[in-house]
T-cell receptor
Framework: NAGVTQTPKFRVLKTGQSMTLLCAQD?????MYWYRQDPGMGLRLIHY???????AKGEVPDGYNVSRLKKQNFLLGLESAAPSQTSVYFCASSYGLYQPQHFGDGTRLSIL | EDKVVQSPLSLVVHEGDTVTLNCSYE??????LLWYKQEKKAPTFLFMLTSSGIEKKSGRLSSILDKKELFSILNITATQTGDSAIYLCAVGDGTSYGKLTFGQGTILTVHP
């Protein structure tokens, strides 16, 4: 019962470095989402995908890019990391449009 | 702009107490309201409510929605230390991608 798996779990970057966060789900879900969670601000949507090969911007997309080349994977990229991107990143997926979203365990990212 | 506000932001109780967590919302095109429990890692789904006045129940947890007054409550009876967590409220609207707007969360601490 893997569900939604995120890698890595922790990462420390220097300003200007790039990296990719990987999200994999084994539930055959169509919809996938990337959120960031900051203290006092709840979860905010970065990008989302409604199916393989599709991506779209969410509430806070600046500084991030995504790709969904395979249905089960959703990648989040930071091209040039900034300290403001220090956060906990969560990936989620759902089976249908109005079904509950299921979350991964998160990636704690620190940008120095 | 869609808005979800939870109260209180934090709560400290003793085992055996009953707690009520509140969630109020302003959403253009309401579809559903969801409650999640977040311990150290992934938010885990508790309830999804779509109709007013119908209580959803799971063990010691229950929740109800009032669509006229635009709020929901989550009740936990006979609290246990394992109930200590952040409780997140999210509202789904009728967009084409299942958008969820999250509240800031309520931090519940249950002391033995």
């Amino acid at each position: 019962n893997a569900g939604v798996t995120q890698t890595p779990k922790f990462r420390v970057l220097k300003t200007g470095q790039s990296m990719t966060l990987l999200c994999a789900q084994d539930m055959n879900h169509e919809y996938m989402y990337w959120y960031r969670q900051d203290p006092g601000m709840g979860l905010r949507l970065i990008h989302y995908s409604v199916g393989e090969g599709t991506t779209a911007k969410g509430e806070v997309p600046d500084g991030y890019n995504v790709s969904r080349l395979k249905k089960q994977n959703f990648l989040l990229g930071l091209e040039s990391a900034a300290p403001s991107q220090t956060s906990v990143y969560f990936c989620a997926s759902s089976y249908g449009l109005y079904q509950p979203q299921h979350f991964g365990d998160g990636t704690r990212l620190s940008i120095l | 702009e869609d808005k979800v506000v939870q109260s209180p932001l934090s709560l400290v109780v003793h085992e055996g107490d009953t707690v009520t967590l509140n969630c109020s919302y302003e959403v253009t095109n309401f579809r559903s309201l969801l409650w999640y429990k977040q311990e150290k890692k992934a938010p885990t789904f508790l309830f999804m409510l779509t109709s007013s006045g119908i209580e959803k129940k799971s063990g010691r947890l229950s929740s109800i929605l009032d669509k006229k007054e635009l709020f929901s409550i989550l009740n936990i009876t006979a609290t246990q230390t394992g109930d200590s967590a952040i409780y997140l409220c999210a509202v789904g609207d009728g967009t084409s991608y299942g958008k969820l707007t999250f509240g800031q969360g309520t931090i519940l601490t249950v002391h033995p």
